[in-house]
């Protein structure tokens, strides 16, 4: 519990209020995270805000423009978030002044933790009625639903009803009627409520720290697009690495993207729903051109949130300001010796298409190899375009991996031009960097695929590189490991130590080897198939060189045994005795050949 003094008259006890537990996250992200940058979007200067449960302490100082009142049950979390608010209110919504309206209230967190243990329990519908009240006409609620079917528990190790820590007050899922289950149900419960739902985010990887929010209704349309296969894919392989999963929840997610059931499956959702000023505007439509398609988290102070928003002709990128000290266009990395984000970039459309690494991953599981080359080739080909005189590649291009590059048509175009190569690399290079990448997540994935089960990573890069037209070999491959160990050292601020050790790490990955990232049982397993099935060749290959031995040495010793048995033969011995006379005359004759030899030839020399 904390000891912090509260700034006089900001904080009302209306009762029931927990002395003794605290709500706030210990996980949270650089300015508040995407959750924290759709809030500031949401709120005009001036704009009266209730922020109902606990949040990040970053998501109050995006919203210092705005007059913010904080309900909490917890009075040590009062105390903490006193100074960032204009007025807070310990104790649950039944303690709310009444009459009071805002013009935007964000629950976050659900509406779960807003309800104090200690007070008047008002259940779910009963707490979403309180901040309904509060809502002015006009006026909009940002609300937070978990998903009881959503990807993080699909993957957790441990099941959803057999929580037991500390924060399970209660346990939620889909037996339980009086909270809803899934979109529909929660919009049925707002308009009912008196609101109208305007729009929708689906949050990854986790509910409680979004990483990526992206409107679910586009996630249901555009399953094919690239940007949203980036996303859902960096978001979930990055949100889960240090715990352990079931399943690749990276691949599950992309999986229900392509499927149409990404929105489905998000960890939980973001709904804002609009209390119309009268009640003729209930019934009409809500336009979302101004709310932003896609929210994602950079992972750097400094940067801010990345933003897709509408565009007039498609969407485009959008950086949302940021309260840090360095300012959205400073440098977040230490060093820049092999490679940065360039903020800047970020202003200009979001390019159409799908993306290569799936479409690469399609056709290798399908044993596809016209695609396969064409894919490649087309690759290889574009990459060679963005060479200059010298046959190197600068900027964006040069990090142009098949993981941030999208396909229209004929068309190959960077999806995200941030990421920039400080100094410019040699094409072939660059093509194999690109392979290598995508070989080694081929093989330690486990992904079928049409070539043989004993080529190495850098093999099958080779193999790669063969496809795409380009004749590459091992000692570029190297050079393509080595460089990307470098570019991932600046990116993720490794010292000179760390960047050797990570360039023997990526040097020594096998197709044996799980992939990076989260440990999952099913990926590990299929290790252990790949460990296994590589032991069981070496292990017949050893026995074969053995048998071969074991033959090898049964015919030596039958030889021997022939040669002993032959050279105590009567007939070996009178051949013997007739050869050796010969074979000594044969050697005179050579010794008297080469004698006369060297006393002719002084005598020819003074003739000539």
Same mark, same amino acid.
């Given at each position: ?12 006890? %209306?009762?029931? !209020? ?22 500031? /979007? ?10 109902? +449960? ?11 423009? =705005?007059?913010? *009142?904080?309900?909490? /049950? ?20 039944? +303690?709310?002044? =009444?009459?009071? $309206? ?7 967190? +659900? ?6 243990? !200690? ?37 957790? *190790? ?8 500390? #924060? ?9 009627? =009086? ?29 409680? *720290?979004? $990483? ?34 079931? @399943? ?12 149409? /059931? ?11 729903? @609009? ?36 565009? &007039?002709? +498609?969407? /485009? ?14 440098? &977040? ?17 979001? %390019? ?79 093509? #194999? ?55 991932? #050292? ?23 080897? &799980? &992939? ?6 099913? @990926? ?36 021997? *045994? ?44 003074? @003739?000539?």
């Amino acid at each position: 519990m904390t000891t912090k003094t509260a700034p006089a008259g900001r904080i009302t006890l %209306p009762g029931g !209020e927990m002395l003794a537990w605290s709500d706030l996250p210990q996980e949270r992200l650089s300015d508040g995270g995407p959750l924290a940058a759709l809030a500031a /979007r949401l709120v005009s200067p001036g704009a009266r805000v209730l922020v109902a +449960g606990p949040h990040d302490p970053a998501l109050l100082d995006q919203l210092a423009h =705005a007059e913010v *009142t904080c309900l909490l /049950r917890s009075h040590p979390d009062a105390v903490a978030l006193a100074e960032r608010a204009t007025h807070v209110v310990v104790g649950g919504p039944a +303690g709310l002044p =009444a009459g009071e $309206t805002y013009d935007l209230v964000i629950a976050g967190a +659900g509406l779960d933790p807003v309800e104090s243990v !200690e007070g008047i329990r008002l259940g779910w519908d009963g707490v979403l009625a309180r901040l309904v009240d509060t809502v002015r006409p006009g006026g909009a609620l940002l609300l937070r639903l978990d998903n009881p079917l959503g990807l993080h528990r699909l993957v957790d *190790t441990t099941p959803w009803y057999a929580g037991r820590d500390d #924060a399970a007050w209660v346990i939620g899922g889909v037996l339980d009627r =009086a909270h809803p289950a899934n979109r529909d149900q929660l919009r049925e419960r707002l308009t009912a409520a008196g609101l109208r739902p305007a729009a929708c985010w689906a949050a990854y990887p986790d509910v409680n *720290t979004p $990483t990526a929010l992206l409107d679910a209704d586009h996630l249901d349309r555009d399953t094919g697009s690239g940007l949203f296969d980036a996303v859902l894919h960096g978001a979930c392989a990055g949100g889960f690495t240090s715990a352990t999963v079931l @399943q690749d929840p990276a691949r599950l997610a992309v999986d229900a993207l392509h499927a149409g /059931r990404a929105a489905d499956l998000a960890p939980g959702w973001l709904m804002l729903a @609009q209390r119309p000023a009268s009640s003729a505007d209930l019934t009409a439509p809500a336009t979302d051109r101004d709310l932003p398609v896609a929210l994602m988290q950079t992972g750097r102070p400094g940067i801010g949130v990345l933003e897709v928003l509408h565009g &007039p002709s +498609g969407w /485009r990128w959008g950086l949302t300001a940021t309260t840090g000290p360095n300012g959205p266009g400073a440098a &977040p990395f230490a060093s820049r010796e092999a490679a940065y984000r360039d903020a800047d970039a970020l202003s200009g459309p979001v %390019p159409s298409g799908r993306l290569l690494r799936t479409l690469l991953l399609d056709a290798a599981l399908r044993r596809d190899l016209a695609t396969l080359r064409t894919l490649l080739h087309g690759y290889a080909v574009w990459l060679a375009d963005q060479a200059d005189s010298a046959g190197r590649i600068a900027g964006a291009a040069a990090l142009a991996g098949t993981d941030n590059v999208v396909i229209d048509g004929e068309r190959y175009a960077v999806l995200d031009p941030s990421w920039r190569a400080t100094v410019a690399l040699p094409a072939d290079v660059v093509l #194999a960097r690109g392979l290598w990448r995508f070989a080694a997540a081929l093989l330690t994935g486990g992904y079928a695929h049409p070539w043989s089960s004993t080529l190495d990573v850098a093999g099958l890069t080779v193999v790669l590189g063969g496809l795409a037209g380009n004749d590459l070999d091992r000692a570029t491959v190297d050079e393509a490991v080595e460089a990307e160990a470098a570019i991932a #050292a600046a990116l993720h601020g490794l010292d000179t130590d760390g960047r050797v050790d990570l360039a023997t790490e990526l040097h020594a990955v096998a197709p044996t080897d &799980p &992939p990076v990232g989260s440990h999952s049982y099913q @990926q590990l397993r299929e290790a252990w198939l790949r460990q296994r099935e590589e032991l069981t060749r070496l292990a017949a290959l050893t026995a074969w060189t053995e048998e071969l031995l074991t033959s090898r040495e049964r015919a030596l010793r039958r030889a021997e *045994t022939t040669i002993g048995l032959l050279s105590g033969s009567i007939s070996y011995r009178v051949g013997r005795l007739a050869i050796t006379p010969a074979r000594l005359a044969k050697r005179g004759a050579r010794a008297a050949k080469r004698r006369a030899t060297a006393v002719l030839a002084p005598k020819q020399e003074e @003739q000539q």
